[in-house]
T-cell receptor, first 117, second 112 residues
Framework: EPEVTQTPSHQVTQMGQEVILRCVPISNHLYFYWYRQILGQKVEFLVSFYNNEISEKSEIFDDQFSVERPDGSNFTLKIRSTKLEDSAMYFC???????????????FGAGTRLSVL | AQKITQTQPGMFVQEKEAVTLDCTYDTSDQSYGLFWYKQPSSGEMIFLIYQGSYDEQNATEGRYSLNFQKARKSANLVISASQLGDSAMYFCAMRETDKLIFGTGTRLQVFP
């Protein structure tokens, strides 16, 4: 069964360092997302991406964050200068369709746990 | 205002029994989608079931069913014949534009 793959599963970094979280979405999916979940809290939307452009982003997704689809398979989230409060589980998700009338199921990866020290 | 409300922080159920996890939502849209995801202790988010606002029948997927009451704006998840492996966090979510908005989750514990 196709799945969303995220690497690494756990990333430890020092405050102020740049990190890149990687995702390989399901191959025929066209819509990609990043969410985060601070420990013990609910899952929060960060950004959606379609046709090589950001289609929507949340207030959390400030100038320190960027996303990229560098080739036909990978989808990355970069945090330019990490802060302590960036420590969270980061989930990548993908969906086949994005329009509101469609049964748009977002399939999630297993997540990358980011620890900022 | 909360878009998705899950009022049960924790639920216990005995193996083989059925359990209902509550979810209410708030939207003024006519067309929307509701989802349930399971998050085991390993952390991944697993899609369970989907209900579209225009679907005439309640969604079912194996042991999972969704008790959709549109007038009450509720979309409760029913798990029948609970198994020990069902112990996990369960999140209700609603689609709004591109994104999913999640509730705070319910921790379900299944005991023998």
């Amino acid at each position: 069964e196709p799945e969303v793959t995220q690497t690494p599963s756990h990333q430890v970094t020092q405050m102020g360092q740049e990190v890149i979280l990687r995702c390989v979405p399901i191959s025929n999916h066209l819509y990609f997302y990043w969410y985060r979940q601070i420990l013990g809290q609910k899952v929060e939307f960060l950004v959606s991406f379609y046709n090589n452009e950001i289609s929507e982003k949340s207030e959390i997704f400030d100038d320190q964050f960027s996303v990229e689809r560098p080739d036909g398979s990978n989808f990355t989230l970069k945090i330019r200068s990490t802060k302590l409060e960036d420590s969270a589980m980061y989930f990548c998700a993908s969906s086949e369709r994005g329009d509101l009338l469609a049964k748009n199921i977002q399939y999630f990866g297993a997540g990358t746990r980011l620890s900022v020290l | 205002a909360q878009k998705i409300t899950q009022t049960q922080p924790g639920m216990f159920v005995q193996e083989k029994e059925a359990v209902t996890l509550d979810c209410t939502y708030d939207t003024s849209d006519q067309s929307y989608g509701l989802f349930w995801y399971k998050q085991p202790s390993s952390g991944e988010m697993i899609f369970l079931i989907y209900q579209g606002s225009y679907d005439e029948q309640n969604a079912t997927e194996g042991r999972y069913s969704l008790n959709f009451q549109k007038a009450r704006k509720s979309a409760n998840l029913v798990i029948s014949a609970s198994q020990l492996g069902d112990s996990a966090m369960y999140f209700c979510a609603m689609r709004e534009t591109d994104k999913l908005i999640f509730g705070t989750g319910t921790r379900l514990q299944v005991f023998p």
